[in-house]
């Protein structure tokens, strides 16, 4: 298989990820739980990952929240920093994983910055949608479906600015562009732990510099004779047994990352990103590219775009269609009713499958729309 | 030299600290916090061995490690808490 969608999740983890998943099952008790091996085992896997997810985002180990997934980080965010019915700015390409818990909250969303690849554009609008006041700002780092870059750097210097808390979501960029909490200065910055992190499904983290509101109550091995949640991180976000297995593996990749460094994994596959977007375009696709752009990219195949997803299903190769789960993206690039094929790269893409993907688009039959 | 035991109300603070004092070659043991020692029920703590605690105390202590209590060995050999103060 030639694996194109790693803007869902990373296929191909590092040796070392999955042997610490395995080990993790057969090694490790209920971490926090007991003074016993098992139980000290598993929480020093889990404090390794901490450790590693501190180095690359340069915070401290008990500010990096063990959650489930991105989304489990942004819903714990956003409803620490957003009152039912608050004020909210957002960026023109979130992700239903933001949109939808701020619609729970019936909050008043201003969208800003709609064009696609245009840092003025979206700094523009941003300011000007801050300046109007806000209880909180949310924005993506990277598109899920285009890949555009945000200049997060200017928007959360707008954010200090104008005294606004803000939440990054670095579902697309954690592990493939810098990214620092220290420098940043965010609320919080939350990610998954299994696309540009490399470890498994089931994993994510919430980088805290703000105090967090519990989603969920529970047990977490302290203070236990208290009924209120402990208040202090990391204990107060974890209630329950987590995943032990999966942050064993999530430590793996974190360790590669802090090996090889982010910059070498962007250099590989914005190499393949170039070599795509050329390709397209001379077979004579509309791509959407520009300037800021990851390693992801969307074009219209000239034809349906699930169908043409499917066509490449067909010969092994592996990519997605449709909204992407972020139709305020879509909305903004004006594609909202087609949807687009979306290629994105991973650490491990080569020359060769890029070539071969080039090699099935061009023999795309083309239907009307 | 005496024998101590330092609480942290999280097992993610006991070790932030052990790995402190281990980055300073202080050899400790992480370890469940005795039941009478942990009013608020459940904790970890580090136990070690030594005649200096000030110098591990302000290793903690510049490493932002949230300290919970300190309890030592008295001259009856039992633990008891002990006041500290870094200031």
Redesign the interface.
């Known amino acids: 298989m030639i694996y194109l969608d790693n803007g869902a999740t990373s296929f191909h983890k590092p040796p070392q990820v999955y042997r610490a998943v395995a080990d993790a099952m057969r090694t490790c008790g209920n971490?926090?739980r007991?003074?016993y091996r098992e139980a000290?085992t598993a929480?020093?896997k889990?404090?390794g990952c901490?450790?590693q997810a501190a180095q690359l985002f340069s915070c401290?180990?008990?500010q990096v929240v063990l959650t489930n997934n991105c989304t489990h980080g942004l819903n714990i965010a956003i409803r620490s920093l957003v009152k039912p019915g608050g004020r909210v700015v957002i960026s023109g390409f979130e992700h239903n994983a933001v949109t939808r818990p701020l619609h729970a909250l019936k909050a008043q969303i201003t969208a800003a910055g709609r064009d696609l690849f245009d840092w003025e554009d979206t700094l523009e609008a941003f300011e000007a949608a801050l300046k109007k006041g806000a209880d909180a700002a949310v924005f993506t780092h990277v598109s899920n479906v285009f890949g555009y870059i945000l200049p997060v750097d200017q928007m959360a210097k707008l954010c200090r600015q104008y005294q606004i808390p803000f939440i990054l979501d670095a579902a697309q960029s954690a592990g493939t562009l810098p990214l620092s909490m220290e420098q940043l200065g965010a609320d919080f910055i939350a990610m998954p732990g299994h696309k540009g992190l490399l470890g498994p499904q089931g994993t994510g983290l919430l980088l805290c510099g703000a105090e967090g509101q519990p989603l969920l109550q529970g047990g977490t091995?302290?203070?236990?004779?208290?009924q209120e949640m402990?208040d202090?991180l990391?204990?107060r976000l974890e209630p329950g047994t987590l995943n032990v297995p999966g942050f064993a593996g999530l430590r793996e990749g974190l360790r590669y990352l802090n090996r090889v460094g982010t910059d070498a994994v962007y250099r590989r596959e914005h190499d393949q990103l170039q070599r795509c977007i050329h390709g397209l375009k001379e077979l004579g696709m509309k791509v959407f590219s520009g300037p800021h752009q990851s390693a992801t990219v969307s074009f219209l195949p000239g034809m349906d775009c699930e169908e043409a997803a499917q066509f490449f299903a067909d010969r092994g190769i592996a990519l997605r269609a449709g909204l992407h789960c972020a139709p305020l993206a879509h909305e903004s690039a004006g594609t909202l009713e087609t949807g687009t094929v979306r290629v994105s790269f991973g650490y491990d893409c080569a020359d060769g499958e890029t070539y071969d993907f080039l090699r099935a688009a061009s023999k795309l039959p083309r239907f009307s729309q | 030299m005496k024998f101590y035991y330092i609480t942290f109300?999280?097992?993610?603070?006991a070790?932030?600290g052990e790995?402190a004092l281990q980055r300073e070659g202080v050899r400790c043991i992480?370890?469940?916090t005795p039941k009478w020692m942990e009013?608020?029920?459940?904790?970890?703590s580090l136990r070690l061995w030594t005649d200096q605690v000030y110098p591990v105390l302000k290793i903690l202590q510049a490493g932002?490690v949230?300290l919970g209590k300190v309890y030592r060995q008295g001259a009856d050999g039992q633990l008891e808490e002990w006041n500290f103060d870094l200031s």
């Open positions: 971490p926090g007991g003074g000290m929480a020093r889990l404090f901490r450790e401290s180990p008990e091995g302290s203070e236990s004779r208290q402990p202090y990391p204990d | 109300r999280s097992v993610t603070h070790q932030r790995r992480l370890l469940r009013q608020r029920g459940c904790g970890y932002k949230p």
